[in-house]
């Protein structure tokens, strides 16, 4: 399984971005995925997650009500939708399964300046 994270960049305080994650497996949508950041200095966390079936949701409180987890199976594609971006979202953001991780991606640098 490869996991191929997109769509970071710099971007001012109050801005957006939407990530994107390519999985290439098959069952990708029966597996529930999830969003992870890394900050320099700290550990990787969790952001957000998407149940298989795509009804159900969890999120960070840090980033409830500004981020938004969303897939397209046709395309075996999540996606990671920030609005409002603080200088705390800034990290390399990585998409995996939230159970049983497989090998993780490169992830993708978001930079938000104040």
């Known amino acids: 399984v490869h996991l191929v994270e997109s769509g970071g960049g710099l971007v001012q305080a109050g801005g957006s971005l939407r990530l994107s994650c390519v999985v290439s497996?098959?069952?990708?949508?029966?597996?529930?995925m999830a969003w992870y950041r890394q900050a320099p200095g700290k550990q990787r966390e969790l952001v957000a997650n998407?149940?298989?079936?795509?009804?159900?949701?969890n999120y960070a409180e840090s980033v409830k009500g500004r981020f938004t987890i969303s897939r397209d199976t046709a395309k075996n594609t999540l996606y990671l939708q920030m609005n409002n971006l603080k200088p705390d979202d800034t990290a390399v953001y990585y998409c995996?399964?939230?159970?049983?991780?497989?090998?993780w991606g490169r992830g993708t640098q978001v930079t938000v300046s104040s």
């Open positions: 995996n399964r939230l159970f049983a991780p497989v090998d």
């Open positions: 497996e098959p069952t990708f949508n029966v597996n529930t």
């Open positions: 998407l149940f298989r079936g795509g009804s159900y949701t």
